[in-house]
């Protein structure tokens, strides 16, 4: 297609689709016959670009000044966050650095309290988020807002570091500290002292079989 027809069909009012139709070639082909020969199309209306664009005072004055974000001033254009960039690039303008707001646990959860429930209990996030009510997704939070981290256990560990567990079998299944370290195979003197550790009274002798 040569530029004189190419020209004549924009004239005539056709647009780049229906040139395309009628010469049995896709829109880019129409696009490199316009570039190639610099013809413009003349239905195109580019849309106004905002002159504080241009204005390398007026976009620093709203990141230090009105503390805006980079969305806030584009939506305040009307012009999309890439337009905005580039333009800020061009005029060497930074946009501002917004101080991170440090997280904070959920009223409620106090740090030490949860490094008792979790580290030293042992007790699971699900439980402890139900005590709290809050999620357990918020209660992860918290646990690594404080830092907290506890070892790996094995069974019998785990079921001596557990308190409630353990207050169960002594006190309200009245299980001796025999019975307790030959249910988790381990020694007497083992129970008394996770007995001890929790805070848990331990029962006059004569009130146990062997052992109290």
Request: contains cysteine; proline residues 5%; positive net charge.
């Amino acid at each position: 297609m040569t530029p004189e027809a190419l020209r004549g069909a924009f004239a005539a009012g056709e647009t780049v689709s229906s040139i395309a139709r009628s010469v049995g070639i896709d829109r880019s082909g129409i696009r490199q016959r316009m570039r190639r020969f610099d013809i413009r199309n003349p239905h195109h209306r580019p849309m106004d670009r905002p002159e504080q664009l241009d204005d390398a005072g007026w976009l620093r004055q709203q990141f230090s000044v009105e503390a805006l974000s980079v969305r806030e001033v584009a939506a305040r254009l009307s012009v999309n966050e890439v337009t905005l960039r580039r333009a800020m690039r061009r005029q060497g303008v930074e946009p501002a650095v917004r101080p991170v707001r440090p997280y904070r646990p959920p009223g409620g959860i106090d740090g030490d309290w949860l490094k008792m429930q979790y580290v030293q209990r042992h007790r699971t996030l699900c439980d402890i988020a139900l005590d709290s009510d809050v999620s357990i997704a918020t209660m992860q939070r918290a646990v690594n807002h404080f830092e907290l981290v506890r070892s790996r256990l094995g069974r019998t560990e785990r079921a001596l570091e557990n308190h409630d567990w353990l207050r169960g079998r002594y006190l309200d299944d009245k299980a001796t500290a025999n019975d307790i370290a030959a249910a988790l195979n381990c020694s007497t003197w083992k129970v008394r002292s996770a007995l001890t550790q929790h805070g848990i009274r331990r029962r006059p002798v004569s009130r146990g079989l062997f052992d109290a």
